[in-house]
């Protein structure tokens, strides 16, 4: 219900109506200005609100005929003012119009973002409490490393996301930009005073530069935050995808009562819901390569980025907030499977505390070469014979005339591995 809500609000902000209504307050605030300044009346300021409305269908009506959506905006509503029509747009081109509003629309878009993000990221907190010393394999080239916790690759997840909010947080504070400075930017018929007043109701601040249009580096900056978000919930989504392979099964995905994972094969349960995520992150990043694309543009303008844009950030804006929202569910319903993760700490013998071993031989004088030639010998020959590194260990004499047996069963205390966990802990939480 929250994820279907979510998307809702940020779809009505990218529809058409929302569109012109940006457009309106626009245009709205300009009049605010000048009346302000002394320009016009306040009365007449005020009674241009009061009466100022569009209608989409009207507006498509006009534009059929003048192929110029704001010109077909203001026709409209124009009608709908009469001789106070005459206030409106003054000074101004379509770009300060539509480039202002496109600032307003992001906003809003973003603050139901950053509430998405504040949502995962206190998910995710939860479970790293709960897993604090949840036993499980630490993998480098996807092959068993050494012994963590799971509440620790939930601390680099919070870690990952919470800078990636910051980045957007600042990415979002950068676009706040509006401009009403009239063609190519030079104020030739409206005073920058218009402009810093306008901005101010608006909530935004004047662009230092316009040419016409703001400039697409602040754009292309701000889809790159998205597809930052994207692309680490994709690498969220992959860790989830490979711990749920059946050969590994630490973690799953949470399965309904009456849900069917393969028409063909009743026993599957797959990791559809990543799976997912792993393929929207695409089509963001991709979105994202668009937005650098439209940076360079002739002159002090031109319209190639306009269509593209009608496109990308109502797509980008919609799929990572759902995309935070699935993840955020996968997150409050994933299955931890802790005794999976606790046995693969211990295959063939506890190979993965080699390193505790060769440490411990190195403390008793052995050189690390031929300490490590011992370690390595006794590892490999329970990871090829299905054997035991343990015991192996203790049938090796090199290795009990300087290690007792109460020294490698303390070698082989999982403990060991966990005594800087709080402070991994202090610095996320």
């Excluded at 200005?33 to 006009?62: C, H, M, N, W």
């Excluded at 439209?294 to 950030?313: K, Q, T």
């Excluded at 800087?420 to 996320?428: E, F, G, L, M, P």
Aim: a negative charge.
């Amino acid at each position: 219900m929250i994820e279907r809500y979510s998307r809702e609000q940020m779809s009505k902000i990218w529809d058409l109506n929302s569109k012109f209504n940006y457009y309106l307050q626009v245009e709205l605030a300009v009049c605010d200005a000048y009346a302000k300044l002394g320009t016009i009346p306040e009365d007449i300021s005020k009674e241009i609100r009061q009466k100022a409305k569009f209608s989409v269908e009207r507006i498509d009506e006009i534009e059929r005929e003048v192929r110029h959506d704001v010109i077909a905006f203001l026709t409209c509503v124009n009608e709908s003012l009469g001789d106070l029509g005459r206030y409106v747009h003054v000074g101004m081109t379509s770009s300060d119009v539509i480039d202002t509003a496109f600032a307003l629309q992001i906003q809003d878009s973003g603050k139901i973002i950053l509430e998405d993000l504040n949502k995962t990221i206190d998910t995710l907190k939860k479970l790293a409490s709960e897993h604090k010393m949840t036993l499980c394999i630490g993998r480098s080239h996807g092959i068993h490393a050494e012994v963590m916790t799971f509440g620790v690759k939930l601390c680099n997840w919070i870690d990952i996301l919470s800078r990636q909010k910051d980045n957007f947080t600042h990415a979002l504070e950068q676009i706040r930009v509006g401009q009403i400075s009239g063609p190519v930017g030079t104020y030739s018929n409206i005073s920058p005073e218009v402009e810093k007043i306008t901005c101010e109701i608006l909530g935004l601040k004047p662009a230092p530069v316009s040419t016409q249009i703001i400039a697409r580096d602040y754009h292309a900056y701000f889809m790159q935050s998205l597809a930052l978000i994207a692309s680490v919930i994709e690498q969220f989504a992959t860790e989830i995808r490979h711990l749920q392979r059946t050969e590994v099964l630490e973690l799953e995905e949470g399965f309904g009562k009456n849900q069917k994972g393969s028409s063909a094969m009743p026993h599957k349960k797959n990791p559809v819901l990543s799976e997912n995520l792993c393929g929207l992150a695409r089509v963001v990043r991709a979105n994202s390569v668009v937005a650098l694309e439209n940076i360079p543009l002739w002159h002090e303008r031109d319209i190639s980025h306009s269509s593209a844009e009608r496109i990308i950030f109502p797509d980008s804006l919609t799929l990572v907030d759902f995309m935070l929202n699935r993840f955020n569910e996968i997150m409050e319903n994933i299955v931890v499977h802790k005794d999976n993760m606790l046995s693969h700490t211990e295959e063939f013998g506890g190979i993965v505390y080699s390193q505790k071993v060769l440490l411990s031989l190195v403390e008793k004088g052995l050189s690390r070469e031929d300490a490590y030639k011992i370690v390595q010998r006794n590892a490999l020959d329970a990871f090829q014979n299905h054997g035991d590194f343990k015991k192996n260990l203790l049938n090796d004499n090199e290795v009990t005339k300087l290690l007792s047996k109460d020294e490698i069963d303390q070698i082989f205390n999982p403990k060991e591995f966990l005594k800087n966990i709080d402070a991994i802990y202090k610095r996320v939480l």
